[in-house]
């Protein structure tokens, strides 16, 4: 019983980890609904839950829209995958 406690309580660790980098959200609000709704013009569903709590998803969804024949969806998988960076380094981006 101990261990699953400890297990639980590592797990939402990692997750409230990932939710407060800093005390800002991890994507620009508008910049990841217009992402969600191109990728799926593109017939790609994208749970923007998941891209706020799960990292490998978040990056993996963003690969995906990188490699679509989509240059606006391109571009938008860019600055996404930018501020990710950004925000993992601490730099405040300027908007």
């Not at 309580?9 to 994507?27: C, F, I, K, L, Y």
């Not at 609904?33 to 990056?59: H, I, K, P, T």
Request: charged fraction near 25%.
């Amino acid at each position: 019983m101990e261990t699953s406690a400890k297990t639980l309580t590592t797990d939402q660790t990692a997750v409230n980890r990932w939710r407060g980098m800093s005390h800002a959200e991890p994507w620009p609000d508008e910049l990841l609904e217009r992402f969600c709704l191109r990728m799926s013009s593109q017939g790609m569903c994208v749970s923007r839950a998941l891209m706020l709590c799960d990292r490998r998803y978040a990056l993996e969804q963003l690969s995906h829209g990188h490699n679509m024949a989509d240059d606006t969806l391109r571009a938008m998988a860019v600055e996404l995958f930018r501020h990710f960076l950004n925000q993992r380094s601490g730099i405040v981006g300027v908007h």
